[in-house]
């Protein structure tokens, strides 16, 4: 390669080598800021000041779980309880904690089809998975494998005296199909087979569960 294009090529780095610091990994944790203690932060239907305000958060909200941002990065797409909305992202601070890509707290997972929930707690190496019918043991993390920015997927092993599953984990858009709520992590959970129950594979959403550093 020429002087030249090494040049062009060192030009081109300088460029989007900004662009790719700033980017975020969403989901992630925020903190309301900046809002009197006499006041409240709206939730609004839209990425827009003038759009219906459906909910809000207290001054001290903490734990608030950003799913998506505005395409401008003025807003940011949060749940709160039923209800999914917009903030202004002005008024939020991301918690200062790992990205939910290396797999160092905890998720709150649940599908359909039949209802089920998923509790993933890597930092004290455990899962549990509950049905209607059965709430299944504790098991062990055998191992996991983190993703990053660039390749957005995380997969977790586990498993029990009687079972054993491997869930694949990827940063986008969910829905769980029982709310009206977003999410920003998808779920795929299989399952092996064992002499009393067939494999299976189940698909479903994941929130992040409250930080404690």
Known sequence: MGRRALKWLWLCLCLIWPGLAAAQVL?????????????????????????????????????????????????AQINNAETVGWASLRFLRKQNRPEWLALEY????????????????????????????????????????????????AVVQFASDDKNAIAVLRGQACLDGMSDQKFGISLDLFQQASPEKPGQTLHGCCRLAPWAP
């Open 106 to 153: 905890s998720l709150e997972c649940s599908g359909t089809e039949p209802f089920w929930t998923l509790f993933i707690d890597p930092p004290v190496k455990s899962a549990h998975i509950n049905t209607p019918d059965e709430e299944g043991p504790e098991m062990d993390i055998l191992g996991y494998w983190p993703g990053t920015a660039m390749q957005p997927t």
């Open 27 to 75: 989901p992630a944790l925020y903190d309301v800021t900046g809002v009197a203690g006499s006041d409240v932060l709206n939730i609004r239907t839209n990425a827009d000041a003038n759009s219906v305000i459906v909910a809000t958060l207290r001054p001290d909200a903490k734990g608030v779980e950003v799913v998506a941002l505005s395409p401008d990065g003025k807003w």
